[in-house]
């Protein structure tokens, strides 16, 4: 129940979604898209980060060796931000026309493709904070504590439902998209403070630096993404690979810019590999 807070605000906002009066029609269908979009950088990266860090994890805290199990935490923590931080700003800018590409035919019509962006823009917020909250309830279960994270889950549903029927009305579907994300940042703030709590700090200061700069080389990514999809028209399979393709190759270029250790540090683990 503690790391299925999304599935169970994504079956609250479905409820909420059937709603045609409110959020207009489509609105399940189109949800459910969004969220398969949302999974593919949260599964790949996100859950796998977090199921390999949990023996880890659990046998540096069966040793008592808090200091590894912050290490530990923290280099996955900046891992997942690294990751889930372009994604997010990716699925943001090139929604649309990945929606149209991968699903915009026969009865998926332009409307469809429509929704679906809006609540995907709006999902895309919450994508790091998605990746935060399964590696942190990880640690609590490394640390045989499986009742936190209930207590943050339940609180976060509760959030998600009051700001969904709240928002629904102005904002429709990218309201119960934005309300989800809203709760999921609440939730891992909640499991961070809670960790910092029962441990001490575990490099706070390297994690918000990491974050940062990986937030400015994100933004980078970002124009070139909107340079490049409006030159190659991302509307077509070739113009979004280029845009794509554009993007992670700026993304990784203004992370040695910004100066963010854990893409030097891959890099440099590529290299000696070979």
Not at 66 to 87: A, C, D, N, Q, Y
Request: charged share 10%; aromatic share 12%.
């Amino acid at each position: 129940l503690g790391s299925a807070v999304y599935q169970i605000n994504i079956f609250v906002d479905t409820i909420l979604a059937s709603l045609t009066w409110v959020v207009g029609s489509g609105g399940v269908a189109a949800l459910y898209y969004a969220n398969r979009l949302i999974q593919f950088p949260l599964g790949i990266f996100g859950i796998a980060l977090a199921q390999a860090a949990l023996p880890r994890m659990s046998t540096e805290f069966a040793e008592n060796n808090i200091g590894h199990f912050k290490e530990t935490l923290s280099f996955s923590l900046r891992s997942v931000f690294l990751i889930m931080v372009p994604s997010s700003f990716g699925l943001a800018i090139l929604g649309k026309p990945i929606i149209r590409i991968l699903f915009e035919r026969g009865e998926f019509t332009a409307y469809s493709t429509a929704i679906t962006q809006d609540a995907l823009f709006f999902y895309s917020f919450g994508l790091m904070a998605y990746g935060g909250v399964k590696l942190l309830a990880t640690a609590f279960y490394s640390m045989h504590d499986t009742m936190t994270p209930v207590k943050t889950a339940l609180g976060a549903v509760m959030l998600n439902i009051v700001l969904s029927l709240a928002l629904m009305w102005p904002l429709k579907l990218g309201g119960l998209a934005l309300a989800a994300s809203i709760s999921a940042t609440f939730n891992f703030v909640m499991l961070y403070s809670h960790l910092q709590l029962k441990i001490g700090d575990f490099g706070t200061r390297s994690i918000v630096d990491s974050f940062r700069r990986t937030l400015l080389a994100s933004c980078f990514m970002a124009i070139v993404l909107k340079i490049c999809s409006g030159i190659f028209s991302a509307h077509s399979v070739t113009g979004l690979l280029i845009s794509v393709v554009s993007g992670v190759v700026s993304f990784v270029l203004a992370c040695f810019i910004f100066d963010v250790k854990e893409v030097k540090e891959f890099v440099a683990w590529i290299a000696r590999r070979k």
